[in-house]
């Protein structure tokens, strides 16, 4: 801001004497410099402004109502005439006091600046600065809103906000998406207040709008948002949610609501899209979302869709799909047998983009073996938890904007045009399945080729990826291919996986030598894992302390071991007693136990299982590194307290070597020890004895009672297999008839795809409109003829009718619909359209095969050329009689337009006058009349064309001879359909030949004798 001031203001004259000195000059110039670096390090937001046809009056009015000092900065792409030199940021300046510029290459994004692009022109962003590239077509369908998008989140993340105005097509939607996948936001001006909707239609149709409003409106949206989220990730709700109570607390909410675990997203991603909600509900801290989530459900569904995070376009990263194409999807063709399909899995596949370029990369696999016959089946299977997105996957329906993602060569064999854009092919969509999967929760698929998971894992938490990665190797065959995304890796599982060689994320299956992990996923949500305990601080007291002194240094060597003998959790030093076995790791507590310790610990062990007092073996010789060692085994199993319930815990004291046994003072030492050595033995032998025919006669029983129940359960089994073998038998019969069931429904289903192909040209080929409506005037069909009449698109179906706009002017539709519902009689109407158009309407009952009304069918026929054809008719034959009789007529009958020229003359006016038609068609009403009643003639006729009433009057007229006759005159004046006149007709008869022109009466006079009131009314118009 301070910087845009000083270049505003303007320049001072120089004053010789008073010249800054040296050290002020500097200390200015640092002090500018220091505040713009201020400026430039501080992060702001970038706004990129999308818009097309009608923009220029939409970026006018939306930075008019940008208040001044606002922080942000505006990059506005338009498209523009490439031949045009752009005038862009002079129209924009005159309504903006922020500084409106045209971007040049390399041009670095300053805060209240508004940057525009020049023609010809694509833009994008790094690290803030602007840069210019060459498009690669001058002309045709570019999208350069969607090429800075797509840089725009992926240089300025969550600071990067998109705003969507007025336009055309579709250009800007696939770049909105990449904008809210970094979490920024999205604005769309209302598409009813636009002059052109399709770029904020596409965009709300989408589901990628945050706030749609009138353009005047969104800055200040956008300013609230931005006062409600923090600048600078490091204060944002991470470090204001110190405990993550609140974050728990959603979490919470959410699962309750939509019934998902976010526990283990990784908290930076969720809070980011927390941040997101507050900012549009301007909500300022995260305690207050958490009640206005609990008060409004609707809120929970709307986060759930946003942690949802669909980010996604057709060969997304085109290097690690060369690399797929070129060298994996080869090696898994490579010598496959025919009956073995190949199996895809695509998890977390948003709206289907990836899945359909795996199955199109696979189809020009098998393409380019040319084995008709011979070629694997192809089976991919698409899971994502969004439905929406599910759905629109199976739809298949993808914006324009998609080439330029997918290459015209593709784009020409496997997708069709349509009216929204493209829809991918049916021999690709019949291979792809698709269906809605929690791939936490959810069972996975088996027996798989090939695992794209791209872009999942770098939102989980670690502990979630291992087991993710885990689950992957299980449901992959051997030497199957895992796919990821560019910013994933398989960590430390690299027993697992191991990557080939290229940049992709590309990890081969490899069959672990180390003992499989269990792969355990909650079965609703997540909870902590048993034996994993946060360490608890110790009183800040000194008799806590001294009692872990005692504990770490005094107690005897112990270990917890589970029923198993898992050893859990070890106090002291056991190396004495035991020690790890040579080979694969195993932490077992009678594998590790050391030479003379394990037959008397496993027979004790059992024992103590059985009871609940401790089992205590005395004395018992333990082989050391080169000795023995003495020691006293105490076994117990834990009953209290509950947490180390089903427990054991074992107990190794050491004692002293037993004393020498009394003889000869002669004797030697060592043959003294060797003999209480060999007691030992003997009585730990006869102990072991003891014991083992005490298991034997507990084992005899339990075999017997064993033996008993095995022959029981074989007769059990024995009748199950008769049953199972009849089952069997079933089953094949079932089979059969399913087999020949499934054959006649593919040929009914071929006849009935042949049939609605017939049907629709049928429909389309008439060019009548058709309109189904059910029994609640909701739309159920229409054909492409209905768009004339109504403003229909296809998700208009399921519509009521009474909510479309319709361009006839037919109010009473809707009752005369339930008219006919009622009455079951057909209704036909005949309407006009606002163009001036008619159209035949009928409306008839809907009867369905069981002969039931299931709502009307409303089929509107344009009429217009047959109304216009009967008028004309109609018109035609009037002409035909008047015609008729005015050649019939005695009296002479002419037409003269307003300038006087003749322009109809019938027979009896060439008996009367002696002209032919053709030589009066040539003439002028003056040569008729005599040069002295040529002035009064002249003055008639103006009063004709004034509309005033002229009577029947006697005057005079020349013939074809030279001579004057006395006729009576009946003047009429004709007009058109705008009640103008455009001619006058007369009907004249002879009534004798007059000596002298001034003995003729004149016609204004009422009182004139020579008034012909037998001949016609008074003055008469005609309207033709």
């Given amino acids: 801001m301070q910087a845009n001031k000083t270049m505003k203001t303007p320049a001072k004259p120089a004053i010789p004497s008073k010249k800054p000195s040296a050290k002020t000059d500097r200390s200015d110039k640092s002090d500018k410099s220091d505040k713009s670096a201020v400026v430039a390090a501080r992060p702001f937001p970038i706004v990129g402004i999308g818009a097309s046809a009608g923009g220029l009056e939409a970026l006018e009015l939306f930075l008019k109502n940008v208040p001044a000092g606002s922080g942000m900065a505006f990059v506005i792409v338009q498209h523009l005439d490439p031949t045009h030199k752009g005038i862009m940021a002079e129209l924009l300046q005159r309504g903006t006091p922020m500084k409106v510029m045209q971007v040049k290459d390399r041009t670095h994004v300053q805060p209240d600046c508004v940057y525009v692009i020049p023609p010809n022109k694509d833009l994008s962003i790094l690290h803030g600065v602007l840069l210019l590239l060459d498009p690669v077509t001058p002309r045709g369908l570019r999208l350069p809103i969607d090429f800075f998008f797509r840089s725009l989140a992926e240089d300025a993340q969550e600071r990067g906000l998109g705003v969507i105005l007025s336009g055309m097509g579709s250009d800007g939607t696939l770049g909105l998406k990449a904008i809210k996948g970094k979490a920024g936001a999205i604005f769309v001006q209302d598409p009813a207040t636009a002059k052109f909707d399709g770029m904020p239609r596409s965009a709300v149709d989408a589901g990628l709008a945050d706030v749609v409003a009138p353009v005047e409106a969104l800055p200040g949206r956008i300013i609230a948002y931005l006062k409600h989220i923090p600048s600078i990730p490091d204060t944002g709700l991470a470090a204001e949610d110190k405990s993550h109570s609140a974050f728990e607390k959603v979490v919470l909410l959410l699962r309750s609501q939509t019934g998902h675990d976010f526990s283990l997203y990784k908290k930076n991603t969720v809070y980011r899209r927390i941040e997101r909600r507050m900012g549009i509900h301007q909500i300022g801290k995260i305690a207050t979302y958490v009640r206005f989530l609990r008060e409004n459900p609707q809120e929970a569904v709307l986060l759930f869709n946003e942690l949802l995070i669909g980010v996604t376009s057709f060969f ?34 948003a709206t289907g983009e990836e899945a359909y370029s795996m199955a199109i990369l696979f189809h020009e696999a098998l393409e380019k073996l040319h084995k008709p016959g011979h070629l694997p089946a192809l089976q991919i299977f698409a899971t994502d938890l969004d439905k929406d997105a599910i759905e629109k996957a199976r739809a298949a329906v993808y914006p324009p904007n998609i080439v330029a993602d997918v290459s015209p060569e593709r784009l020409s064999r496997f997708f069709v045009k349509v009216e929204r854009g493209y829809q991918i092919g049916k021999p690709i969509r019949e291979t792809v399945v698709f269906a809605q999967q929690n791939v936490v929760m959810d069972v996975s698929f088996t027996k798989l080729d090939l695992v794209s998971c791209r872009n999942l894992l770098i939102y989980l938490m670690p502990e979630l990826q291992k087991s993710l990665l885990s689950l992957f190797h299980y449901s992959l065959n051997v030497g199957g291919v895992l796919f990821l995304g560019s910013a994933e890796s398989i960590a430390a599982d690299t027993h697992l996986f191991e990557p080939l060689p290229g940049k992709a994320r590309l990890f081969r299956r490899l069959v672990s030598d180390l003992q499989a992990e269990p792969v355990e996923f909650p079965a609703s949500f997540s909870f902590a894992r048993a034996g ?392 002028n009403v003056r040569d008729r009349i005599p040069a002295g009643l040529r002035g009064a003639a002249l003055v008639k006729l103006a009063k004709l064309s004034r509309a005033e009433i002229l009577v029947p009057y006697r005057t005079l007229r020349l013939t074809k001879a030279g001579l004057e006759v006395e006729v009576s005159i009946i003047s009429t004046a004709l007009v058109n359909e705008a009640g103008l006149m455009y001619a006058i007709a007369t009907t004249e008869r002879g009534v004798g030949k007059a000596s002298d022109p001034s003995d003729m009466s004149d016609p204004s006079d009422p009182s004139d004798p020579s008034d012909m009131s037998d001949l016609s009314d008074p003055q008469r118009k005609e309207r033709v």
């Avoid at 690690?320 to 009956?339: F, G, N, Y």
């Avoid at 020498?660 to 003294?672: E, T, V």
């Avoid at 002969?851 to 109304?867: C, F, H, L, S, Y």
Wanted: charged fraction near 20%; aromatic fraction near 6%; charge should be negative.
């Fill in 316 to 349: 997304r990263d085109p290097e690690a799909w060369e690399q797929l194409q070129t060298e994996v999807i080869p090696a898994l063709l490579k010598s496959r047998p025919p009956t073995q399909p190949l199996r895809i899995w695509v998890p977390a596949c």
């Fill in 532 to 923: 994993v305990q946060l360490p608890a601080a110790l009183p800040a007291n000194l008799q806590s302390q001294a009692e872990q002194l005692l504990l770490q240094r005094y107690s005897p060597a112990a270990v917890l071991v589970n029923a198993q003998g898992d050893i859990i959790f070890i106090n002291g030093r056991t190396g004495k007693y035991l020690e790890p076995v040579a080979g694969k790791a195993n932490w077992n507590l009678f594998a590790m136990a050391r030479e003379g310790l394990s037959f008397i610990l496993s027979t004790a062990f059992r024992q103590a299982l059985r009871q609940t007092d401790p089992v205590i073996c005395r004395n018992v010789m333990v082989g050391t590194n080169g000795g023995v060692q003495t020691v006293d085994l105490t076994i117990q199993a834990i009953a209290e307290p509950k947490a180390l319930c089903g427990l054991v815990m074992v107990v190794f004291t050491d004692v002293a070597t037993p004393p020498a046994m009394a003889g000869s003072a002669k004797a030697p030492r060592a043959n003294q020890a060797r003999f209480a050595a060999l007691q030992q033995d003997l009585a730990q032998a006869s102990h072991e004895v003891q014991s083992t025919r005490e298991e034997m006669r507990t084992f005899e029983e339990e075999a017997k009672s064993a033996h008993e129940e095995m022959q029981s359960t074989n007769e059990e089994l024995q009748s199950t297999n008769e049953e199972l073998t009849t089952s069997k038998e079933e089953m094949q019969s079932m089979n059969e008839e399913l087999q020949t069931l499934n054959a006649e429904l593919q040929h009914k289903m071929g006849g009935l795809a042949q049939l609605n192909n017939d049907q629709k040209n049928l429909l389309e080929s008439t060019d009548i409109g058709i309109l189904f409506l059910d029994a609640e005037l909701r739309v159920r069909l229409f054909t492409a003829g209905a768009n004339r009449m109504f403003k229909l698109i296809p998700g208009d179906v399921g519509r009521p009718i009474t909510d479309i706009v319709s361009n006839l002017d037919y109010p009473a539709l809707a009752d005369d619909v339930l008219e006919v519902l009622r009455t079951l009689a057909v209704h036909e109407q005949v309407a006009t359209a606002r163009d001036g158009c008619w159209f035949q309407i009928r409306i008839k009952p809907y009867r369905t095969l069981e002969n039931r009304i299931d709502g009307v069918v409303v089929t509107v026929m344009d009429i217009t050329e047959i109304r216009r054809a009967g008028e004309a008719l109609r018109k035609a034959n009037e002409l035909l009689r008047l015609a008729v009789v005015v050649h019939d007529a005695h009296d002479a009958i002419t037409v003269q337009d307003l300038e006087g020229r003749i322009i109809a003359w019938n027979p009896g006016a060439v008996r009367l006058y002696g002209w032919s038609e053709a030589e009066a068609l040539a003439m």
